[in-house]
């Protein structure tokens, strides 16, 4: 009698255990349907675009996963880490962009940020003291002339919390280069 309730006991327990696993895998299937539906977006696609430009930040750790690795200055061949995930969407958050020349006599890029965006980059700065930030724009391909790949056109090293609307950045591209991105930004936020 002991082996035919023991029996039953593993028949039932059995059962159950295949009722559990096939109703978890009818959640998941509703699941993966419902989020096909929707139309999930990747970060990428919902807060920008691979084709304007963008601000990543210095990865604290080099080489890790969710980092990439960039050349700047770009002729120089050597390599940083950045964030794989951008920061910042420039042409969202800037009332406009100019070419300027510095205290020094060097040229920057200057970007006059939304009030938005100034709170944004105030936060950003907030977090990554002591790095840098690399301004990254697609830039003609040179090995397939009909495609882009993002390059690092700029850089802004965070010695502080930055709380301006007057952003200046540090060019690594050339005069030709920066007078066009100066256009397309200016083009995106609508300055005439």
Known sequence: MTYSLLNLVFAVALGSMKRLTNI???ILATGFVGAGLLGCKSPLSSAGSQHEMAIFGEAATAGV???IQIEVPRASGKAKWIDADPLFWVADRILGATLVNDQQGFEVLR???TSAGAREFESITSRYQ???LFFMYPMPDPVQPDKTKPCCVGTYRVNGIVASRVLDVIPDASHSELEMIVKDL???AGVK
Do not use: E
């Open 186 to 188: 200016n083009k995106k």
């Open 130 to 132: 002591q790095r840098n």
């Open 111 to 113: 970007l006059v940020l």
């Open 65 to 67: 996963h969710l980092t």
């Open 24 to 26: 978890f895998n009818l």
